[in-house]
């Protein structure tokens, strides 16, 4: 796949399943969805029976994810991943307001290994991988398997065969944070 960068803003927005919220599809494939998702309002997930999902924060003060037993996982700060079953009924309660989310879901038997991986410093994806660069904060140099450099920064997406990342220092900053989904990590 060639590499392209493109402005998270200029994907289309389409509903959720059970209609309750609006994502942006960044990939598809059979068995395997990259999407952005910006929650608004606290509310169920779609249940997705076979799919492993993961989810991390791009922006906005957290969710909480409350499973049937009660039992909750929170998503507090840019950096961790949540990974959870798609057919377990999860209501999502946001901690402060709005949030935007990096998804990932995937079949399991069909994509062992995809996931969201959060860095921060260089890092080498699997270079045969379809795979998304997705800052979170900062901006990453990538070299693509084609021998091209982008530049891509927060509110960009990279979509390609990655070879090589690495976060470009900038004045003032303490950190850069990024998110790489892969379907095969």
């Not at 049937?68 to 377990?88: I, K, N």
């Not at 960009?156 to 790489?180: D, M």
Request: proline letters at 8%; glycine letters at 10%; hydrophobic letters at 45%.
């Amino acid at each position: 796949m060639t590499p392209r960068v493109f402005s998270i803003q200029s994907l289309p927005l389409s509903a959720w399943k059970n209609g309750q919220g609006m994502t942006r599809p960044v990939a598809e494939a059979p068995g395997w969805r990259v999407s952005i998702a910006t929650i608004g309002r606290s509310c169920a997930f779609s249940a997705y029976p076979g799919l492993q999902r993961q989810q991390a924060l791009l922006s906005g003060a957290g969710l909480e994810l409350v499973l049937p037993t009660r039992e909750r996982m929170r998503l507090a700060s840019a950096g961790p991943v949540l990974s959870f079953s798609g057919a377990v009924p999860l209501a999502c309660h946001l901690v402060g307001g709005a949030v935007t989310v990096l998804n990932i879901m995937f079949a399991p038997g069909r994509f062992p290994d995809a996931a969201i991986r959060s860095v921060t410093t260089t890092f080498f994806p699997n270079a045969g991988a379809d795979t998304i660069i997705v800052p979170a904060s900062g901006s990453w140099r990538t070299t693509c398997a084609n021998n091209t450099v982008h530049h891509v920064t927060t509110g960009e997406i990279l979509r390609g065969a990655v070879l090589h990342i690495a976060p470009l220092p900038a004045p003032g900053q303490q950190s850069a944070l990024c998110y790489i989904a892969s379907s095969c990590m």
